[in-house]
């Protein structure tokens, strides 16, 4: 599944006030896609995307709700 982030979709979240949302959503995404690329491997996906662990576990913890 390929999901496309447009100049618009930045546009609206700007003008609604939603930017922090849509970088959530982004981060949430990115997150998710190394942990299954990593099979789970926390240490391994914060290497892959070039944050540190904690982030990449916060992050992780806030997706799952």
Not at 11 to 26: F, Q, S, T, W, Y
């Amino acid at each position: 599944m390929t999901t496309v982030l447009t100049e618009r979709n930045i546009e609206d979240a700007i003008e609604k006030g939603e930017v922090r949302d849509l970088i959530r959503h982004l981060e949430n995404v990115i997150v998710q896609k190394a942990l299954i690329k990593t099979r789970g491997n926390i240490s391994q996906a914060a290497i892959l995307v070039k944050m540190n662990r904690g982030t990449v576990n916060k992050i992780r913890k806030r997706a799952e709700g």
